[in-house]
């Protein structure tokens, strides 16, 4: 997974309260991601950040939050305003600049909300 | 509207048989285009990328195909392995703009011995 750690693997919460994803890259990337994937849907991006301390609504963004205080983490924050959070998250991480880098993705962690 | 389409869904072949899985996208400017392995429960994993003047990219027994003019790509695997078994992702990439990535629904391929 090429230098992308997700943790926890499996998260379960009950419906009402806040959950932390945690993401760390050790690639020297200056973006970060973080998707979400449903069953027979294309991954949708939620939020990335292309530097330090700055970071930019995806297509989804709405109940969840996110927090670039570091260059090698990236967490994201499910709240308790998402309407269905279960699903399966997935961080990953690029390079910028000219030309288009390939985004390394992590491990995912499957949270399931109850 | 920019799309990627994938097909089929789902496919199930024997294991040593070829298959064919296609892309057909209508995301413009165009960069490049990407297959990606995901196996179940990791994250996906970059096989190929091709840029608007490559048809042809082979990275072992897999072989990607495109056709910008159609704007139509293919993921060839010969021989197939048990260890094929994934979904496998078309990812479309637009010139400009940071949230520039378009996904496609995957095919979930299943090798069976």
């Known amino acids: 997974d090429g230098g992308i750690t997700q943790s926890p693997k499996y998260l379960f919460r009950k419906e009402g309260q806040n959950v932390t994803l945690s993401c760390e890259q050790n690639?020297?990337?200056?973006?970060m991601y973080w998707y979400r994937q449903d069953p027979g849907q294309g991954l949708r991006l939620i939020y990335y950040?292309?530097?330090?301390?700055?970071?930019q609504k995806g297509d989804i963004a709405e109940g969840y939050s996110v927090s670039r205080e570091k260059k090698e983490s990236f967490p994201l924050t499910v709240t308790s305003a998402q309407k269905n959070p279960t699903a399966f998250y997935l961080c990953?991480?690029?390079?910028?600049?000219?030309?288009?880098?390939?985004?390394?993705f992590g491990p995912g962690t499957r949270l399931t909300v109850t | 509207k920019n799309q990627v389409e994938q097909s089929p869904q789902s496919l199930i072949i024997l294991e040593g048989k070829n298959c064919t899985l296609q892309c057909n996208y209508t995301v413009s400017p165009f960069s490049n285009l990407r297959w990606y392995k995901q196996d179940t429960g990791r994250g996906p994993v970059s096989l190929t990328i091709?840029?608007?003047?490559?048809n042809t990219k082979s990275n072992g027994r897999y072989t990607a195909t495109l056709d910008a003019d159609t704007k139509q790509s293919s993921l060839h695997i010969t021989a197939s392995q048990l260890s094929d078994s994934a979904s496998y992702i078309c990812v479309v990439t637009l010139q400009t703009g940071a949230n520039n990535l378009f996904f496609g629904t995957g095919t979930r391929l299943t090798v069976i011995p």
């Open positions: 990953a991480s690029s390079f910028t600049g000219t030309g288009t880098y390939e985004q390394y």
């Open positions: 690639l020297n990337h200056d973006a």
């Open positions: 091709m840029t608007f003047s490559e």
């Open positions: 950040s292309q530097i330090v301390n700055d970071f």
